[in-house]
């Protein structure tokens, strides 16, 4: 009955080189799963490999795909899109998701935690991000949204017995679902009104004639993500979640995750709706002004690290919406996505690195306190300069990374030319000079100040800490120095389909 | 642009150098820290060589035209490039960034301030001469702006770690003013660079295309250059990071500061804001020469109130780079050859004023005025050395210091063209009071310190005849070359006023003098 109802169906050609990437993650968390049910517990460590080899092995179809001459590779009837803008961004998914193995593999070790059970769900979150990088249909945004968000709130509440982990997991959770509704909502408002869940479709539909219903669908969508991406007053959940969480884990909520959401955000605005931007135009730029600097006000009072990372995570994307509030001018799309992907690519190496210093320092210190890094350059030199070198970047001091992240929002900011972007991009200035308060904080902890009760024991650096440690700084200081190397391996402003194009 | 020389590795290998002493130091234990200096002051002393053979290289004939250019991708995404050259303004400046970086370095030699380190306080040395030589070499406002902030955090570092009492506010201070100095500079950088049309960064293309913007947007542009650049210098009312960190800071680090830093303001007016945007300097010159006599008095009237020998020199330095200001403001040629003359001097005094003040906390402990005394009686050489820098100092004619000031004063008489000339004119005698004022501190200064027998608790076998012994060798060695060119460059100024000006005719293109 059903079959005659659909005589036209026939299987879609499939592009198995443009899906290998999510193919071999797929495939590699199956394997996970049998094996931690297979394996006895004495030899559970090869899990941590492993994991690790999975995500290695599917970046190297990424790497395969960005020099093949291929062009855009579009699957599904154009709902999912493997594009430069998407390479970039599932790069960045996989080497942060490697970078965080890194740095749990040996807290979990020793915390004993379920091994097999945190690698499936960290990869089933990094399968939701690659997924989302390639999404250009609402339903597949959506599911992918959840698949990287509902693992990532269990992994907030990994610490089964911690109260706080606890609260971080809950908070996360219900906030994230709050969200999700919100855009579902908008969501099913659009479908009603243009029929279609293809993006490209509904921007044609949407163009730039807005009733009240459309504005709001937009509006909706806009909000939803503004609570993935923790953006003021959106935020609340992001410090108790933070600081709650496992270390490794908000290091990858901090950055992957917060990617991820831009990611969505950018291929919603600019694909979905490039006519509506009288809509979030103004949106972006309360909510890009808010951001930063309730972020950074907020960062300057903290006295735990981890909290203060929250505040400065929260303000770092207030600069990543820089440049939305301008994206929809004549001109600026492609410098605006440049400078959202280029801030990602900075913060990703520059954040990642600060955790690892935070997680080399806390096994020493057994504290979150920023006052335990007091005298840190006197006892650990090494560790203290990297730690310096990464707080210079994301306060944007050259000639670390920072900088042109900062440097390529403000400038796409400046070339829209309006008051409007002027007036931000002062704030923007503004704000970057305060964010010195806090990062500076720690600047002197570890120059300045005396060791704390006189304990100069060296810090030990796992291997596998200081493997994350190199890859961290060394991207760090090339993308400060020479911008130009990452930005020229193709051209990341190719996100197919934005702006009608 | 043609290349005049095939030396256009020079500049670079020069900028650089330090960081390849850097590296090798990162692989010295830091228990042996005489390996650590010597490293160091032979990275120091390379750097210079190549920056002599840059000068003996360098074509006289033609100092107005940029030298050594070379010019290489960088970031062609935003359409910058490695674009760097030297001409005759730039070549002073570089030159004495180095000469300071080795001397300050000899200086530390035996006067690592507490808490030692020695490793890492030469490390961040090395990295400030990067910063500065970079600074006045770049040719790309980019490149310019790395540079510019490269130095911001060796500094930070240097007064933070090794400063006095108060060092961590002060380092505090001194950061936020120029970290908002120079977001700001880079919004006014950015807006420039689409005004023109957003096709590059370079220094010559946009003073070629500058000049075609709306005068009110260029006003805007250059306000937030203003901004920056006068946090550096630093201009009334943006100075007030400056006597704090002088203070605080440790004797290396306030003669680097003053000698070369405060320049890198002076230095992007004069290379940047002036000639891209001439329109708008004209309408800014007035307020910058106000702002400028303010700074002459103000500073003047600070440094009588001082009882600290240090932040009475600080407070000189707001008074000197006033003149500066005003040399620059006028717009015409001579009262830029003024300004960047003044530059120079200022660097050789200032810098040797604070070397001074350091080897005299490092003997009295202390650097309160009215504990201090019979200077000349304990330490004859020491005594006669800050006499001469006093001299130097308040313009005495036959010392550098005087080529600086006084033609500065001079060329408010006659302001450029388009300029209100009462105006300047009446800026010219508050100048010329200021200079007064600058006798009475610094001949006050030294009349307390210097004559009259020492104060009890200093005099001899009261304790303190260890620590009070005269100029050593180490001194020596790092103060000759400051004290030679001093009197060099008062006796034959012509040396190098032959080289900045015809460079600051090429600048003043614009404004047809």
């Not at chain 1, 090869?46 to 290695?56: D, E, K, Q, W």
């Not at chain 1, 493997?467 to 020479?482: D, H, K, P, Q, R």
């Not at chain 2, 605080?248 to 003669?255: C, D, N, W």
Request: charge should be neutral.
């Amino acid at each position: 009955m059903l079959s005659a109802l659909a005589p036209a169906w026939t299987s879609p050609t499939i592009d198995y080189h443009a899906l290998a990437p999510e193919m071999i993650l797929a495939g590699g968390i199956v394997l996970l799963v049998l094996l931690d049910l297979f394996v006895a517990d004495a030899k559970k460590w090869i899990l941590t490999p492993l994991a690790s080899f999975i995500v290695l092995g599917a970046f190297i179809p990424v790497l395969t795909l960005a020099l093949s001459d291929g062009g855009v590779r579009s699957l599904f009837d154009d709902r999912y899109m493997v594009d430069n803008f998407s390479l970039v961004m599932k790069g960045l998914f996989l080497l942060s998701g490697y970078v965080v193995i890194l740095l749990t593999a040996d807290h979990l070790r020793e915390g004993d935690y379920y091994q097999g059970e945190y690698w499936f769900l960290l990869l089933t979150s990094l399968l939701g991000m690659v997924m989302m990088a390639s999404s250009r249909d609402l339903v597949s945004i959506f599911v992918s949204l959840e698949l990287l968000s509902i693992p990532a709130y269990m992994m907030a509440a990994w610490r089964k017995r911690d109260l706080r982990s606890n609260e971080a997991g809950i908070k996360y959770y219900l906030l994230g679902v709050f969200a999700s509704a919100l855009m579902l909502y908008g969501m099913s408002l659009l479908y009603g009104i243009s029929g279609s869940t293809k993006l490209v479709e509904i921007s044609k539909y949407l163009g730039t004639d807005l009733t009240s219903v459309r504005a709001l669908a937009v509006f909706f969508i806009v909000v939803g993500f503004a609570f993935k991406v923790s953006a003021v007053p959106f935020h609340t959940w992001a410090p108790d979640t933070y600081q709650g969480a496992p270390t490794p884990v908000t290091a990858f909520l901090s950055v992957a995750s917060k990617a991820a959401g831009f990611v969505a955000l950018v291929t919603v605005i600019f694909v979905g709706f490039p006519g509506s931007h009288d809509v979030w135009q103004p949106v972006f730029w309360i909510l890009s002004a808010l951001t930063m600097t309730v972020g950074n006000v907020l960062a300057l009072k903290q006295t735990n690290i981890v909290r203060m990372l929250a505040y400065s995570s929260v303000a770092q994307g207030g600069f990543i919406l820089m440049p939305l509030a301008v994206a929809g001018i004549d001109g600026v799309a492609n410098s605006a996505l440049r400078a959202i992907v280029t801030y990602l690519l900075v913060y990703a190496a520059t954040n990642l690195g600060v955790f690892a210093v935070v997680m080399v320092v806390a096994r020493k210190t057994r504290s979150g306190e920023i006052s335990s890094y007091g005298g840190l350059f006197s006892y650990a030199p090494g560790i203290a300069t990297l730690m310096t070198m990464f707080m210079a970047s994301l306060a944007g001091i050259p000639p670390f990374g920072g900088w042109f992240g900062k440097f390529a929002a403000f400038q796409s900011l400046v070339s829209a030319g309006t008051t409007w972007a002027y007036a931000l991009a002062i704030i923007g200035g503004i704000n970057s000079a305060v964010a010195f308060g806090y990062y500076g904080k720690i600047l002197r902890e570890m120059w300045m100040k005396p060791v704390p009760d006189g304990d100069t024991t060296p810090v030990t650096v796992y291997s596998s800490l200081s493997v994350a440690l190199v890859i961290t700084s060394v991207a760090t200081l090339v993308l400060g120095t020479f911008p130009g190397i990452p930005l020229h391996f193709g051209d990341i402003a190719g996100l197919a389909g934005a702006f009608g194009k | 642009m043609e290349v005049l020389s095939d030396h256009n590795w020079v500049l670079t290998v020069g900028t650089f150098l330090p960081l390849v002493g850097v590296l090798i130091m990162l692989f010295i234990p830091k228990a042996d820290e005489a390996l650590s200096k010597a490293v160091a002051i032979g990275t120091a002393a390379a750097t210079l060589a190549v920056g002599v053979f840059t000068m003996v290289q360098f074509n006289y004939d033609k100092a107005g035209e940029m030298q050594f250019v070379a010019q290489a991708e960088w970031i062609s995404v935003i359409k910058s490039s490695y674009f760097i050259g030297l001409d005759g303004i730039s070549l002073p400046l570089y030159f004495l960034s180095m000469v300071i970086t080795l001397l300050v370095m000899i200086y530390s030699w035996n006067h690592v301030p507490s808490p030692g380190n020695a490793k890492a306080f030469y490390i961040l040395m090395l990295v400030l001469q990067t910063g500065m030589a970079g600074t006045f070499i770049a040719r790309d406002l980019v490149l310019f702006f790395v540079f510019f902030e490269l130095v911001l955090l060796p500094m930070y570092f240097m007064i933070g770690v090794w400063g006095g009492e108060n060092r961590q506010y002060a380092s505090l201070k001194f950061f936020l003013y120029t970290m908002f100095g120079s977001a700001l500079m880079l919004v006014a950088f950015l807006a420039l660079f689409f005004k023109t049309g957003a096709e590059s960064f370079a220094i010559p293309f946009l003073i070629e295309n500058g000049g075609a913007i709306a005068k009110n947007t260029q006003i805007w542009i250059f306000a937030g250059m203003f901004v920056g650049f006068a946090v550096k210098v630093p201009m009334f009312p943006f100075h007030t990071w400056l006597p704090d960190a002088h203070t605080q800071a440790p004797t290396q680090g306030s003669v680097i500061l003053a000698a070369i830093l405060l320049k890198l303001g002076t230095y992007g007016f004069v290379r940047i804001a002036i000639p891209i945007l001439p329109e708008a300097a004209k309408e800014w010159a007035p307020w910058i020469g106000l702002l400028a006599v303010i700074g002459i008095i103000y500073g003047a009237l600070g440094c009588l109130a001082q009882t600290d020998m240090k932040r009475l020199i600080a407070f000189s330095s707001v008074a000197h780079m006033g003149y500066v200001m005003l040399g620059i403001s006028t717009l015409t040629s001579f009262g830029m050859n003024a300004a960047m003359f003044g530059m120079v001097a200022h660097g050789l005094i200032t810098g040797m004023l604070f070397f001074v003040a350091g080897s005299v906390k490092e003997r009295y402990h202390t650097l309160e005025i009215k504990r201090l005394s019979g200077m000349l009686v304990q330490m004859p050489k020491l005594g006669w050395i800050l006499g001469f820098c006093a001299m130097a100092s308040l313009g005495l004619p036959g010392l550098a210091g005087f080529w600086g000031e006084f033609p500065a004063i001079l060329s408010a008489y006659q302001p450029a063209p388009g300029l209100n000339v009462t105006v300047f004119r009446v800026y010219m005698v508050v100048a010329a009071i200021g200079t007064v004022l600058a006798a009475g501190y610094l001949l006050w200064l030294y009349q307390r310190t210097a004559f009259g027998e020492p104060t009890e608790e200093f005099a001899a076998g009261h304790g303190h005849d260890e620590d009070i012994h005269d100029v050593n060798k180490f001194e020596w060695i790092a103060w000759t070359p400051l004290l030679i060119a001093i009197v060099v460059f008062g006796v034959y100024p012509q040396l190098m006023f032959q080289v900045l000006d015809p460079a600051v005719g090429v600048t003043l293109k614009a404004f047809g003098g």
